[in-house]
Protein backbone atom coordinates (compact mmCIF):
# COMPACT_ATOMS: atom_id res chain seq x y z
CA UNK A 1 0.00 0.00 0.00
CA UNK A 2 0.85 3.39 -0.08
CA UNK A 3 0.18 6.67 1.98
CA UNK A 4 -1.55 9.39 0.19
CA UNK A 5 -1.67 13.23 1.66
CA UNK A 6 -4.18 15.52 0.35
CA UNK A 7 -3.60 19.48 -0.47
CA UNK A 8 -4.93 22.43 -1.53
CA UNK A 9 -8.15 22.22 -0.82
CA UNK A 10 -9.79 25.84 1.04
CA UNK A 11 -12.54 28.16 0.67
CA UNK A 12 -13.52 29.90 -3.31
CA UNK A 13 -16.16 31.89 -4.29
CA UNK A 14 -18.52 29.99 -6.94
CA UNK A 15 -17.34 30.44 -10.23
CA UNK A 16 -13.61 30.32 -8.81
CA UNK A 17 -10.79 27.25 -9.42
CA UNK A 18 -9.17 25.20 -6.91
CA UNK A 19 -6.14 22.46 -7.59
CA UNK A 20 -6.22 19.32 -5.29
CA UNK A 21 -3.10 17.53 -4.86
CA UNK A 22 -2.60 13.84 -3.70
CA UNK A 23 0.80 13.41 -3.11
CA UNK A 24 2.01 9.43 -2.49
CA UNK A 25 4.93 7.82 -0.51
CA UNK A 26 6.55 4.69 -1.97
CA UNK A 27 7.99 3.89 -4.97
CA UNK A 28 5.40 1.91 -6.22
CA UNK A 29 3.22 4.65 -6.90
CA UNK A 30 3.54 4.97 -10.55
CA UNK A 31 1.85 1.50 -10.85
CA UNK A 32 -1.01 2.80 -8.93
CA UNK A 33 -4.62 4.03 -10.39
CA UNK A 34 -5.97 6.60 -8.51
CA UNK A 35 -9.54 8.15 -8.17
CA UNK A 36 -11.19 11.07 -6.26
CA UNK A 37 -13.99 10.55 -4.13
CA UNK A 38 -15.83 13.66 -2.28
CA UNK A 39 -18.28 13.20 0.37
CA UNK A 40 -20.42 16.23 1.51
CA UNK A 41 -22.54 16.88 4.94
CA UNK A 42 -25.31 13.89 5.29
CA UNK A 43 -24.40 12.13 1.40
CA UNK A 44 -22.79 9.03 0.81
CA UNK A 45 -19.18 9.52 -0.71
CA UNK A 46 -19.20 9.81 -4.67
CA UNK A 47 -16.54 9.10 -7.34
CA UNK A 48 -15.35 12.47 -8.58
CA UNK A 49 -12.54 10.95 -11.33
CA UNK A 50 -9.81 8.91 -11.89
CA UNK A 51 -6.93 8.05 -13.96
CA UNK A 52 -4.89 4.83 -14.67
CA UNK A 53 -1.18 4.23 -13.50
CA UNK A 54 0.21 6.15 -16.58
CA UNK A 55 -1.95 8.32 -17.05
CA UNK A 56 -3.18 7.38 -20.34
CA UNK A 57 -7.24 7.29 -19.81
CA UNK A 58 -9.00 9.13 -17.35
CA UNK A 59 -12.94 8.52 -15.85
CA UNK A 60 -15.23 11.66 -15.00
CA UNK A 61 -18.23 11.65 -13.06
CA UNK A 62 -21.06 13.43 -15.13
CA UNK A 63 -21.29 16.35 -12.79
CA UNK A 64 -17.98 17.25 -13.24
CA UNK A 65 -17.45 16.39 -17.06
CA UNK A 66 -16.47 19.83 -18.76
CA UNK A 67 -15.40 21.38 -15.33
CA UNK A 68 -13.14 18.99 -13.36
CA UNK A 69 -9.30 17.45 -14.84
CA UNK A 70 -7.23 14.49 -13.39
CA UNK A 71 -3.74 14.19 -13.99
CA UNK A 72 -0.59 12.92 -13.15
CA UNK A 73 3.21 13.42 -12.42
CA UNK A 74 4.89 10.42 -11.62
CA UNK A 75 7.93 11.42 -11.45
CA UNK A 76 6.73 13.52 -8.45
CA UNK A 77 4.76 11.07 -6.86
CA UNK A 78 1.05 13.15 -7.25
CA UNK A 79 -1.63 12.71 -8.49
CA UNK A 80 -4.11 16.43 -9.58
CA UNK A 81 -7.28 17.19 -9.65
CA UNK A 82 -8.17 20.99 -11.51
CA UNK A 83 -11.47 22.51 -10.28
CA UNK A 84 -13.04 25.03 -12.01
CA UNK A 85 -16.26 26.92 -12.87
CA UNK A 86 -17.04 25.55 -8.88
CA UNK A 87 -20.55 25.54 -7.92
CA UNK A 88 -21.53 25.42 -4.17
CA UNK A 89 -23.10 22.02 -4.52
CA UNK A 90 -19.38 20.83 -5.03
CA UNK A 91 -18.57 21.67 -1.80
CA UNK A 92 -17.73 18.28 0.27
CA UNK A 93 -14.15 16.51 2.06
CA UNK A 94 -12.36 15.46 -1.07
CA UNK A 95 -10.37 12.51 -0.72
CA UNK A 96 -7.88 10.17 -2.93
CA UNK A 97 -7.45 6.89 -3.41
CA UNK A 98 -5.05 4.58 -4.91
CA UNK A 99 -5.08 0.51 -6.02
CA UNK A 100 -2.61 -1.26 -7.65
CA UNK A 101 -5.31 -3.30 -9.69
CA UNK A 102 -7.93 -1.74 -9.83
CA UNK A 103 -9.27 1.36 -12.21
CA UNK A 104 -12.87 2.82 -12.02
CA UNK A 105 -15.47 4.34 -9.77
CA UNK A 106 -15.98 2.18 -6.78
CA UNK A 107 -15.01 2.81 -3.77
CA UNK A 108 -14.42 -0.66 -2.21
CA UNK A 109 -12.13 -0.92 -5.76
CA UNK A 110 -9.27 1.45 -3.87
CA UNK A 111 -7.16 -0.12 -1.11
CA UNK A 112 -5.69 3.23 0.31
CA UNK A 113 -7.22 6.11 1.08
CA UNK A 114 -5.87 9.75 2.17
CA UNK A 115 -7.39 11.42 5.19
CA UNK A 116 -9.20 14.28 3.06
CA UNK A 117 -9.85 17.83 2.43
CA UNK A 118 -11.92 20.52 2.62
CA UNK A 119 -13.37 21.99 -0.14
CA UNK A 120 -15.85 24.71 0.16
CA UNK A 121 -17.35 26.69 -2.64
CA UNK A 122 -19.51 30.02 -1.49
CA UNK A 123 -21.95 31.45 -3.39
Known amino acids: QVQLVESGGGLVQAGGSLRLSCAASGRTFSTYAVGWFRQAPGKEREFVAAITWSGGNTYDADSVKGRFTISRDNAKNTVYLQMNSLKPEDTAVYYC????????????????WGQGIQVTVSS
Open 97 to 112: AADPTYWGKKRAGFSS
